[in-house]
């Protein structure tokens, strides 16, 4: 019985066709944007330098955040604090109204209500100083990535214009930020309650214990 065999051709290039090939690689590795940033001096220079202050950028941002992450943890701290000391408080300032005599209690009300406004606006402003801590490095952080965006951004044109980049050419970002000051400036108010809503919160809650140690102690 005969058999059949599958015949495959296999074509090997000439010494002229492999030439070719080979002197249409090395051109267009000739040509390629990073072979022409390694040949000059300035624009391989400018590359280092952009890779190296990209790379503090992005220490710089991964330092705010977790700067961020501590004022947070410290101001969350503060506000378990705050409402740890008001219900202890107003939980002696009951047992006290019922062991007192009742007269002597109310008369002298003020006394424990003094105290628990003094210590929770203490409390108040440490949250307050934190809250402004925060919002100060969430700015700064902003600007570094915008900042850290835009240096990406001259980064890529620079390896993909190679040679033909221009060497006096920065990043800007001051443009983005000039069209958002005027929306800044319009919501200014609204931003800073919504910044500020811990506090107001706190402030809101203190006005209520204030005379609530009057209706505790004299009710």
């Given at each position: 019985?005969?058999?059949?065999?599958?015949?495959?051709?296999?074509?090997?290039?000439?010494?002229?066709?492999?030439?070719?090939?080979?002197?249409?690689?090395?051109?267009?590795?000739?040509?390629?944007?990073?072979?022409?940033?390694?040949?000059?001096?300035?624009?391989?220079?400018?590359?280092?330098?952009?890779?190296?202050?990209?790379?503090?950028?992005?220490?710089?941002?991964?330092?705010?955040?977790?700067?961020m992450d501590r004022i947070k943890g410290e101001a969350f701290q503060l506000c378990?604090?705050?409402?740890?000391?008001h219900g202890i408080f107003l939980t002696l300032l009951f047992a006290a109204s019922?062991?007192?005599?009742?007269?002597?209690?109310?008369?002298?009300?003020?006394?424990?209500?003094?105290?628990?406004?003094?210590?929770?606006?203490?409390?108040?402003?440490?949250?307050?100083?934190?809250?402004?801590?925060?919002?100060?490095?969430?700015?700064?952080?902003?600007?570094?990535?915008?900042?850290?965006?835009?240096?990406?951004?001259?980064?890529?044109?620079?390896?993909?214009?190679?040679?033909?980049?221009?060497?006096?050419?920065?990043?800007?970002?001051?443009?983005?930020?000039?069209?958002?000051?005027?929306?800044?400036?319009?919501?200014?108010?609204?931003?800073?309650?919504?910044?500020?809503?811990?506090?107001?919160?706190?402030?809101?809650?203190?006005?209520?214990?204030?005379?609530?140690?009057?209706?505790?102690?004299?009710?």
């Open positions: 019985m005969a058999e059949s065999r599958d015949t495959h051709v296999v074509e090997i290039p000439t010494d002229g066709e492999s030439s070719n090939f080979a002197s249409s690689a090395f051109a267009a590795i000739a040509h390629h944007p990073l072979t022409e940033i390694s040949e000059s001096p300035g624009h391989l220079l400018l590359l280092k330098l952009w890779q190296r202050e990209e790379d503090l950028h992005g220490r710089r941002t991964a330092a705010l955040e977790s700067r378990c604090l705050f409402f740890a000391f019922v062991v007192e005599h009742e007269r002597r209690a109310c008369k002298n009300w003020w006394v424990p209500s003094s105290l628990s406004l003094a210590t929770s606006l203490v409390l108040v402003c440490a949250v307050q100083m934190g809250i402004c801590r925060y919002w100060k490095v969430e700015r700064r952080l902003q600007r570094e990535r915008g900042e850290g965006r835009a240096l990406a951004r001259c980064i890529m044109e620079l390896r993909m214009k190679g040679a033909s980049f221009d060497l006096s050419k920065e990043p800007q970002v001051a443009t983005k930020r000039m069209k958002s000051s005027s929306v800044e400036i319009k919501w200014r108010p609204l931003r800073w309650c919504s910044e500020n809503l811990i506090t107001m919160a706190l402030l809101g809650f203190t006005g209520l214990v204030f005379p609530a140690c009057k209706f505790i102690l004299c009710g």
